[in-house]
């Protein structure tokens, strides 16, 4: 029952019409890198790779997706007063956190996967090795997409306008304040991301990265991330009046 309700969750996120008009931003950073590729030497990919894996990928392009995807896992039904229904399911509430949250994220990985791929040639054509490559971007992917859909399906629980609390949190906190104070990174998701990304990066770690960790730290609080807040999403499903 709970796989009929992931496919029949992914199935709607997949083909609403955000989601066409969103993906044009993986496509754009894709064609973009592949312009990069054609038209610059092998040195002057280096910090070129930097730039797009490790902050346009994790710190603009996967948050921005994450939001819109994630944010109409319960938003949209708040919006259309459906989620009283969900007391006529017989399951347990967090079986259907669980299956939204894993919709959003599987159509998020897939709706990125133009830019993560991208990324991952970049990254290749400067002749980086090809399992630290693939491997680092494939996991900074995954793993920072868990962690912002967890945390945007939360919020979506949480208020009417999560959307717009979504943006401000990407633009304001993820973009700026973290940025621009050190302090703060430990409390930004793309920090942590991009830490895991640096693994595919040569040369140094990325600006805006929580660099007293390890990937293997970073990764390990991004799974935090995401384990905490689907359970916090399902705490407050079944308390919530619906």
Avoid: K
Wanted: charged share 10%; proline share 5%.
């Amino acid at each position: 029952m709970s796989t009929t309700l992931y496919g029949f969750s992914l199935r709607g996120i997949l083909f609403r019409g955000r989601t066409a008009g969103f993906a044009a931003l993986p496509l754009a950073v894709a064609v973009v890198v592949g312009v990069v590729i054609a038209i610059t030497s092998v040195p002057n990919r280096y910090g070129v790779q930097n730039t797009f894996t490790g902050n346009l990928l994790t710190g603009l392009v996967i948050p921005i997706v994450a939001l819109v995807l994630a944010i109409g896992a319960f938003g949209d039904e708040r919006d259309a007063r459906t989620l009283p229904l969900l007391r006529a399911v017989a399951r347990p509430r967090w079986h259907t956190v669980l299956a939204r949250f894993a919709a959003a994220w599987t159509a998020t990985v897939v709706v990125v996967l133009p830019a993560a791929v991208a990324c991952a040639v970049l990254g290749l054509s400067v002749n980086q090795p090809a399992g630290r490559v693939v491997g680092g971007v494939a996991l900074a992917t995954v793993l920072t997409a868990g962690a912002y859909c967890s945390v945007f399906v939360l919020l979506s629980l949480l208020t009417r306008r999560g959307l717009l609390a979504g943006l401000a949190y990407v633009v304001l906190w993820e973009t700026f304040l973290a940025g621009l104070a050190p302090a703060l990174r430990g409390l930004s998701i793309g920090s942590y991301g991009r830490r895991v990304a640096s693994l595919a990066i040569p040369g140094d770690v990325p600006l805006g990265t929580v660099s007293s960790l390890g990937v293997p730290g970073a990764a390990t609080v991004l799974a935090g991330i995401t384990v905490v807040a689907v359970a916090l999403s399902a705490v407050r499903l079944q308390r919530m009046d619906v």
